[in-house]
């Protein structure tokens, strides 16, 4: 007797998707995301070569949000964080820039007496 291994319908499977991301959210923005991409991609077809990759794996499957699956489980879609020390240098100077505009007066206010 064969051994099934999935009993689900979804290809790919989502352990296959969630070992190639670091979270649930992370696997559902990245996804979402792309899927909107390729959307756009078809919907532009005819306008020429725009700035929108197209879709990265061979599918079978009509639908944006199953080939954005299909692409992350292939590992042709990577995603980064950004640096949290780096984010929080970036608001350290925006809030210096703003105490410095304070300081020299570049307030557009008026006092009415």
């Known amino acids: 007797m064969a051994e099934e291994s999935n009993l689900s319908m979804m290809r790919p499977p989502i352990e296959d998707l969630l070992a190639r991301v670091d979270s ?15 959307n756009a ?16 794996v061979d599918s ?3 639908k944006s949000l199953t080939v954005a699956f299909e692409e992350i489980a292939a590992g042709k879609i990577t995603y980064s964080r950004p640096d949290p020390n780096a984010i929080v ?14 300081s020299a007066g570049s307030l557009d206010t008026e006092i009415e007496e």
């Open 41 to 56: 991609y078809f919907s532009r077809l005819g306008d020429g070569i725009g700035s929108i990759v197209p879709p990265q």
């Open 24 to 38: 649930k959210f992370t696997l559902v923005t990245i996804s979402a995301r792309r899927a909107r991409q390729i």
């Open 60 to 62: 079978i499957s009509k």
């Open 89 to 102: 240098e970036a608001a350290e100077d925006i809030e210096a820039l703003d105490e410095d505009e304070i």
